[in-house]
């Protein structure tokens, strides 16, 4: 995002002060959260290409290692991610930065940047959703023309300010397609509504709690069929906190919300993309993928997380 690129920068040069700003009343409030998802790895993804940066959507194959990730200057890439035996990610080996393409099937440029969600479809095809210009599109491959998804809620999406429209997509296994916005589309509120398309219909069918400053960054369904949500919040000099949310939806309700996971500020770098996937102990596994804001204080990096019962 071109605004959080700014805030991107402080926080980096910050991180490299972080043990003299940490207040020593932080640990305790975040444990407070008892987490249900242990940290199993973080891995620093370095590409050589100067499209590579500021990943925001991100997805993975049941398998947790081929993946498509979406970047905020619209180009996507796709590769295989190489684990030890424990799972560990060893390295992200992956294919050249392709240029996303607008509806007329030129690269897009300009107001049609920041690709934020991404959700895997059938086959080739994944959706993307955007927020300066606020939509979310089809693509029947990387090499064919976006096609519009949102049209019948492009209204709602247009009340919402740049930077604060779809950050995350997610899509259940009988092909439902979730979106969740950055900011509430009703401030005030208190809520996160969440759209879905069924069918080519879009509803809003329920509404998630917004917890002060924390934002919706990215979201997937897991093998277990429950809806994972990631959150950011920013600290200032610190840095960012993450969390993680899950919740069951059973027809156009939701609940049995849970905190699995939530981090002291600055202990990861802003993770935005969120995929799960059974992990090689049998156990549903979750990896996040940090945007770097193309800052040189800042790292692209890949964290797994194992949910435990």
């Not at 920068?9 to 003299?20: E, K, M, Q, V």
């Not at 604060?164 to 997509?169: H, K, N, R, S, T």
Request: one cysteine or more; aromatic letters at 10%; charged letters at 20%.
């Amino acid at each position: 995002m071109r605004l959080r690129s700014r805030l991107g920068l402080i926080a980096g040069f910050a991180l490299g002060l972080l043990p003299f700003f940490v207040p020593s009343h932080v640990p305790a409030l975040s444990r407070s959260v008892a987490p249900r998802a242990q940290v199993q790895g973080v891995f620093h993804w370095t590409k050589d290409d100067p499209d590579f940066g500021g990943l925001s959507g991100f997805d993975l194959g049941p398998d947790g290692r081929h993946f498509r990730a979406v970047t905020d200057r619209g180009h996507t890439v796709t590769g295989t991610l190489t684990r030890d035996a424990e799972g560990h990610v060893t390295g992200a080996p992956s294919g050249p930065m392709t240029a996303l393409r607008n509806a007329r099937g030129k690269p897009v440029k300009g107001k049609e940047l920041d690709a934020e969600g991404l959700a895997l479809g059938p086959g080739d095809s994944f959706f993307v959703s955007y927020e300066l210009d606020h939509r979310i599109v089809l693509y029947p491959d990387v090499d064919r023309p976006a096609a519009l998804w949102s049209g019948p809620i492009a209204r709602d999406l247009n009340t919402l300010y740049i930077n604060e429209g779809v950050e995350a997509l997610a899509r259940n296994e009988a092909g439902d397609l979730y979106a969740i916005t950055e900011r509430s589309l009703a401030p005030g509120t208190g809520q996160y509504p969440v759209l879905r398309c069924r069918n080519g219909q879009w509803t809003i069918p329920f509404h998630i709690r917004k917890d002060g400053n924390w934002m919706v960054t990215g979201a997937d369904f897991g093998p277990d069929g429950r809806l994972y949500v990631l959150e950011r919040d920013f600290w200032g000099f610190v840095g960012f906190k993450t969390r993680i949310r899950r919740f069951v939806i059973d027809g156009d309700s939701i609940g049995q919300e849970q905190i699995l996971f939530s981090s002291l500020a600055g202990q990861f770098e802003n993770l935005e993309g969120l995929a799960a996937w059974t992990g090689p102990d049998g156990a549903i596994w979750l990896t996040a993928v940090s945007d770097d804001n193309f800052s040189p204080f800042q790292k692209t990096t890949l964290v797994d997380f194992r949910v435990t019962e």
